[in-house]
């Protein structure tokens, strides 16, 4: 017979809330503790929620993979609100159809493109920076990310009126939703309050904006190879059908979303880290200097970066940009040889995993030389997941690494980046893991390196 998961140990609740309050004031915190103290199957309750905390690469990995019988959980379906059913929230056939349409499109060789404009707009950034000055490095990267992702997904530039609007809405929906998971997404958004109001007419302004540039592209017949001319005449290869307005709008405003702030935040995170591991940071120069020599990466530079791509790797591992993945059971099933019930909650922790002694030596130490040797092809599935796994793993994959190196690399070359000491940095728990209030650093700009090696 095999064992309830609610006879297993767990951490202490309160009788009505269970653990809510303990996971909403300190997600990261409550995660660790629990790893630390109990089994591969920790118990839990989220207010009437049954829920568990997996801590075993193994019945993660089965969780990932297995789409039908675990589905997206109820926090994610908050999310509903803004990204109706695109490929983030929805499920089932209705997923399966969008994302057979669309995976084609993040294909490597179709975003390879798109290299160029992310090392054209860092340059554009780096020119408005001065030596000596202090910067809020945090704000930087939202705003060049959120460039970036403007230009591939509707070829237009921030500074421009309707860019603008879409980059309002999103500023105000991240906020709407870092306070109503303060409040456990207990008030339900059409409550008359004045944030939810705000959060409203966000969406509206942002709908209204997304629809305009929609039917713009449509009466212009233009195709400048953007990521909305992708969708609009991507085709399904059974049926031949297309997207309609409302699929496209879900689509593009899921991309924005997901396609921007964790990328800036592995960026702030690396700032972070290289500030704290000047030996680090020399090594990456060393590279930097030795394959690019000062002029501008390409995306034919890439295979080279192998450390600057060590370091992306190991800030992810460090500070995992989505530090927390659930599931629900869509009926009783077993998870490694445990029962669980319809219905439960099931949490998997990037920031438990990437930090389990276990699997990682010094766990707390910035390390990037740890992925030579392919760690990550030697590791169980399941131990470092930053874009998730299985079927719904993360479609912007490539994007983000791609990004990720490319503006790494243009930006060491030219600045170093110290933390000002005084600056408490203070990680965020929020829909993904941010700093709360910045990142302060002052800028020094590096010795000019010339093709030919050091002036
Ligand atoms: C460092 C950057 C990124 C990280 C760490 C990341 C992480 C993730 C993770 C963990 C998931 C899986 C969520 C789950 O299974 O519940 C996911 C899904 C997704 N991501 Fe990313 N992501 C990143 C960048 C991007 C970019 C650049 C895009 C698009 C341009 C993107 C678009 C998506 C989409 C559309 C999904 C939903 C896929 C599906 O369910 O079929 N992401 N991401």
Not at 166 to 175: E, G, I, Q
Not at 282 to 304: F, H, Y
Not at 307 to 314: F, H, P, R
């Amino acid at each position: 017979m095999t064992q309830d998961i609610f006879e297993l140990p767990g951490p202490e609740a309160n009788s009505i809330v269970g653990s809510l309050l303990d996971f909403g004031r300190d997600p990261l915190g409550f995660l660790t503790k629990c790893a630390r103290e109990y089994g591969e199957i920790i118990p839990i309750r989220l207010g009437l929620t049954p829920a568990c905390i997996l801590t075993n690469p193994d019945y993660i990995e089965q969780v990932l993979k297995d789409r039908s019988l675990f589905v997206k959980s109820r926090s994610l379906h908050a999310l509903k609100t803004l990204l109706g059913e695109g490929l983030l929230t929805s499920e089932g056939d209705s997923w399966f159809r969008q994302r057979r349409l669309i995976q084609p499109i993040f294909h490597q060789k179709r975003i390879a493109s798109y290299g160029d404009i992310m090392v054209a707009y860092t340059e554009q950034m780096l020119d408005t920076w001065q030596d000596g000055e202090t910067r809020d490095v945090h704000r930087d990267m939202m705003r060049l990310t959120l460039n970036i992702v403007m230009k591939t997904i509707f070829n237009r530039d921030l500074s421009e009126g309707q860019a603008q609007d879409v980059a309002h809405a999103l500023d105000v929906t991240l906020d709407w939703f870092e306070s109503k998971r303060q409040q456990n997404f207990i008030f339900v958004e059409w409550f008359p309050r004045p944030e939810n109001i705000r959060y409203r007419n966000a969406i509206k302004q942002m709908d209204k904006t997304i629809y305009e540039m929609i039917n713009q592209r449509r009466a212009s017949g233009e195709n400048p190879g953007d990521l909305l001319s992708m969708l609009m005449v991507a085709k399904d290869e059974e049926d031949g059908s297309q997207m309609s307005d409302r699929q496209l709008r879900d689509e593009i405003a899921t991309l924005m979303l997901a396609g921007h702030e964790t990328t800036s935040n592995t960026l702030t995170g690396a700032w972070i880290l290289l500030s704290r591991y000047p030996q680090v940071r020399s090594q990456l120069l060393a590279e930097l200097q030795q394959v690019l020599g000062g002029r501008s990466p390409t995306i034919a530079d890439i295979p080279n970066l192998r450390y600057t791509d060590m370091v992306i790797k190991e800030t992810m591992r460090v500070f995992p940009p989505v530090y927390n993945m659930a599931r629900k059971a869509s009926q009783d099933c077993e998870i490694g040889g445990y029962q669980v019930p319809q219905d439960c909650t099931i949490i998997m922790s990037q920031w438990v995993m990437h930090r389990n002694p276990r699997y990682f030596e010094d766990p707390e130490v910035f390390k990037p030389e740890r992925w030579a040797d392919d760690l990550e092809k030697k590791l169980p599935r399941g131990v470092y997941f930053p874009f998730g796994n299985g079927p719904r793993i993360c479609i912007g994959k490539s994007f983000a690494l791609m990004e990720a190196v490319l503006l790494l690399a243009t930006i060491a070359q030219k600045f170093e980046l110290n933390l000002v000491p005084d600056h408490q940095i203070v990680p965020q728990a929020s829909i993904t893991l941010r700093p709360a209030t910045g990142v302060k650093v002052t800028l020094k700009q590096t010795t000019p390196l010339t093709t030919q090696g050091v002036i």
